[in-house]
């Protein structure tokens, strides 16, 4: 099976941080709004990614919430900061990589 890319790591990471603050039902209608490689050259593949997503938080939610994740792939960082600019506070996890 061929080596997924490291964008698609980074929003499987990204996912995997919520689903496990939310649970899967809290992450309804996930969506991946932009996905910017912040580093990389020379035809090489940014290991860091910035992940701005939205998803209802839960079942009664009557919009979605939406986030920046900071994601690394080198260590398995991941930084989230809510875009509703009511809560400045960054959330900083580390995500144990899953068994292929």
């Known amino acids: 099976m061929p080596e997924k890319s490291a964008s698609i ?10 689903e ?5 039902l809290g992450i309804l209608k996930f969506s991946v709004e932009e996905l ?22 839960t079942l ?6 939406r986030y920046k994740a900071s994601v690394n792939l080198n260590d398995n960082t991941i930084t989230i900061k809510k875009q509703d600019g009511k809560d400045d506070q960054e ?9 292929e």
């Open 9 to 18: 790591k980074a929003i499987e990471l990204t996912r995997a941080v919520f």
């Open 20 to 24: 496990s603050i939310h649970g899967n």
């Open 36 to 57: 910017i490689p912040t580093n990389g050259s020379n035809g090489e593949e940014s290991k860091k990614w910035d992940v701005i997503c939205s998803f209802y938080e």
């Open 60 to 65: 009664g939610s009557t919009s979605p919430s």
């Open 91 to 99: 959330k900083k996890f580390v995500v144990s990589p899953a068994k």
